[in-house]
């Protein structure tokens, strides 16, 4: 038998980058991919040039220069002698805590809004929807603007809360003994600890020991709990019975967090009248709580939109058939309909925590000095880096919302239906 011979292989030619389909589509990603990249050597050039035209440079080097500036509002020591740099890690810190605390309360609102809304009740059904209907459709910056004139129009400035030497009643009275909401802050109790822990240096700024020990306390609760259910389900696997759980996860997520705010002497400093002024508590500036709560109420609206698409995307049998095995309503929303809508909640409601905390930068309107107010305002506007101070705002929020949409999909992945 005659063995007939390979084909010889054709040799590359230089047409066969563009007619070829094996290296046509490479060839057009790597052409673009040069000409993006020579598009942003021409504006990172044309930059140098226009700075090097006004007599300025590119650096960051003014991040180190005294700041001048005070800020009321602020998770860090800090003074007006204190650098750029320094003020810009306060800013963050504000920005931070308005995003975390806002997110917290929009989904808390987001979700209570969106189950009423499906409710039965005509009356609470109807109150619902004009909620999210009014908070919806009307801008978010003139909600922050009228809750702050609330809070500095329609409240009582803080010698209102004295007793009247005559009488001996106030004017106005702390709602439960403990907050006070003036027209210039509100003042609410202040967490201490009797046995402290001290602080540890970070360099940049000092972190509590005793909240430490606090957040530890409770992941390692969370940790145990989770191996404690992952027990019971092997048992429950193996015997078809599964052991109660509920006491343990009682002692674990709360027993064990409580345990150590006890053995650090946690208690709570109350607000007391002194002069003109409360001390001892914490005086939240009226800037903060308008914009927290604007940002809950309007973000929350959204939310609830989220929650009630997608309590209604799950089949009505699912409800049916737990009603059928004896499930009260309230029961059957928590067991059976919304761990199953939370894999189409989730997605969207990643987008919603991003628009808040990017929405958070509209606290220059009420005078808050978050990241906007410090790195984007009061320092742009005293060093004349716009430049440098917008890239690394850019930048900063770039990270922070990659951050919290990580995250968000992590846990994403930890609902959606795995596949057997």
């Known amino acids: ?15 066969m980058l563009l007619y070829d389909t094996r290296y046509r589509s490479l060839t057009i990603q790597v052409f673009v991919f040069m000409l993006f990249m020579a598009g942003a050597a021409w504006l990172v050039d044309n930059t140098i040039r226009n700075l090097a035209a006004l007599g300025k440079d590119f650096n960051f080097g ?30 963050l810190l504000n920005t931070l805590l308005v995003a975390f605390l806002g997110c917290l309360a929009a989904t808390v609102i987001g979700v209570l809004v969106g189950v009423l809304r499906l409710s039965k ?12 209907e009014l908070f ?22 803080p010698n209102a809360f004295r007793p009247n030497p005559e009488t001996g009643i106030a004017s106005q009275s702390m709602f439960l003994d403990a907050i006070a909401v003036t027209n210039r802050y509100t003042a609410v109790p202040n967490p201490v600890f009797s046995r402290e822990l001290g602080w540890l240096n970070l360099g940049l700024f000092y972190v509590n020991l005793d909240v430490i020990a606090v957040i530890a306390a409770a992941v390692l609760g969370w940790w145990l709990n989770r191996m ?8 429950q696997n193996a015997t078809g019975i599964r052991p109660a759980t509920w006491w343990s996860s009682l002692l ?17 400093e109350y607000p007391g009248l002194k002069g003109f002024n409360f001390v001892g508590g914490i005086n939240v500036s009226n800037s903060f709580m308008a914009l927290w709560l604007a940002l809950s109420l309007y973000t929350g609206a959204f939310i609830a939109e989220i929650v009630r698409a997608g309590i209604m995307a799950i089949s009505r049998g699912q409800s049916e058939a737990a009603f059928a095995l004896g499930l009260r309503p309230g029961r059957t929303m928590s067991l059976v309909i919304l761990p199953q809508a939370l894999r189409v909640i989730i997605p969207p409601l ?66 959606k239906l795995k596949e057997r």
């Open 121 to 132: 009740n005509w009356l609470v059904g109807r109150l619902m929807t004009a909620y999210v």
């Open 228 to 235: 404690v259910k992952a027990r019971a389900t092997r048992i």
């Open 136 to 157: 919806r459709n009307i801008p978010l910056l003139l909600w922050i603007i009228l809750i702050y004139a609330v809070f500095t129009e329609a409240t009582p400035a």
């Open 350 to 415: 990643i987008s919603q925590y991003l628009n808040l905390t990017k929405n958070s930068s509209l606290a220059i309107a009420v005078g808050y000095l978050d990241l906007r107010g410090t790195l984007g305002g009061i320092t742009l506007n005293q060093t004349g880096r716009e430049l440098e101070c917008v890239l690394l705002m850019m930048l900063i929020y770039l990270t922070i919302s990659l951050l919290i949409s990580g995250a968000m999909n992590v846990y994403n992945a930890s609902v």
């Open 1 to 15: 038998m005659a063995n007939v011979p390979d084909a010889p292989k054709e040799s590359f030619r230089l047409s």
């Open 252 to 268: 674990l997520l709360v027993g064990l967090p409580v345990a150590v705010l006890l053995g650090l002497g946690f208690h709570l």
């Open 62 to 91: 003014f991040l180190w220069n005294r700041a001048g500036y005070d800020i009321s509002q602020r998770l860090v020591e800090y003074t007006n002698d204190s650098s750029h740099g320094r003020a810009m890690l306060v800013g």
